[in-house]
């Protein structure tokens, strides 16, 4: 086999790979009957197919008349425009113009590299598609081609609803609810008449030769088959189940296009609505978060100044200190303590008049000013005077010793 027989596009990296991978180019959908079909799909048409039999097999035909020709009626003309609008929808091709004429559906897309153009679609053309595209057309990924007014990629058609199959896709989309709704009404009544008058549902000819009321007849009037009462419930309560689960969906799904009708926009559009929406949000959420961890900040973390000016006032001198932190507050603090004890004692001995002083006085002065101003750092206490010791202590302004008078 011969691996390099397909062509390859990059894409964009992934699970953090520095360099963008080469994978295989698959070619676009035709259609919904392309394959491979989606789970969704298969599951759509069995439960159409099943409502279809028990509809006109069982419960219909148990109806009296004239009840039973009006809802074979209602009910046939809404199964019958949903199956054909639903083929409608899944065979149309919903694919821009320029590539419905370019593309043969049988050749793998051109290359692509996302590092040279960061959107699939610029300046209205398709890099992959390869083709000049109008302003309403979106190229999807699981269709691999440009759809023309693209609406969604809807799973229960296994294709893309655009401008060219959204109304088959409406029409399907409201018979299918007005079907199942009328299924529901006539399981309902069937089951309420069934304990209040058995008789009414045993109208048909075919049960004149049946005996007793516990034997019923489905598939009238072609191929009648008995079964039982408990049969006939049991099966009645699934159908309903089943019935009430699919008008959920549908009605939440119609109701929610009629929305889109009152807009003027369409899926695509609202979901890009929603997402920058959201993303509104987002910012306005991290927004106030970040306002309120500014408010909440400690006092203590913020820059404030120690101003000893104040305090020194009659001084000639100032302390004027920015405090950067818990450490520098603490030391400012007893630099301009210490300075404020310093200023103080100086005040204390110029008031001295020395005219009155007597002698131990004036030499205790001359000391106390002379030894004032030769402080220096020592460490040994043993060495020192009596008469040292009794002069106060002065914080150095690094903190880190104490600054004592010297002897000489």
Known sequence: MNCFSQRLRRTSPMRGSSKNELVPSKPPRMNGWSWPPQAFQVVGWLVYGYLAVVSFGIYIPLLPLPWNHVLYSLTGIAFIVHFFSHVAAVTIDPAD???????????????????????????????????????????????????????????????????????????????????????????????????????????????????GNGTWLVFLPLAPIKTSSAGLLILAFVTVMLSISCLLLLCHLLGFHFYLFYKGISTYDYVKMQRQKEARNRDIEAGKATDAKT?????????????????????????????????????????????????????????????????????????????????????????????????????????????IPDDS
């Open 97 to 211: 113009a320029s590539v419905r004429a370019k593309q043969s559906y049988s050749t793998p897309m051109p290359l692509f590299d996302r590092t040279k153009q960061s959107h699939v679609i610029q300046d209205l053309h398709c890099y992959l598609c390869d083709v000049k595209v109008g302003p309403k057309v979106k190229h999807c990924g699981v269709c691999n081609k440009c759809v023309e007014d693209f609406d969604h990629h809807c799973k229960w058609l296994n294709t893309c609803v655009g401008g060219r199959n959204y109304w088959c896709f409406f029409v399907a989309l409201s018979s299918a609810t007005l079907g199942v709704f009328l299924l529901v009404v006539v399981i309902l009544f069937i089951f309420i008449q069934h304990y209040l008058d058995p008789n009414s549902l045993r109208t048909a000819p075919q049960y004149n030769n049946t005996l």
């Open 295 to 403: 408010h909440n900040k400690s006092p203590q973390n913020q820059e404030s100044p120690i101003d000893c000016e104040p305090a020194l006032s009659q001084s000639t001198s100032s302390c004027k200190i920015d405090n950067k932190g818990p450490l520098s507050s603490r030391l400012s603090e007893s630099i301009c303590t210490e300075l404020e004890n310093f200023r103080k004692s100086s005040e204390k001995e110029n008031s001295f008049h020395y005219g009155t002083e007597n002698p131990i006085q004036n030499t205790a002065r001359e000391m106390s000013m002379s030894d004032i101003k030769s402080w220096k750092p020592d460490t040994d206490e043993e060495t020192q005077s009596p008469s040292v010791k009794s002069v106060p202590g002065v914080q150095d302004p690094l903190g880190s010793s104490v600054m």
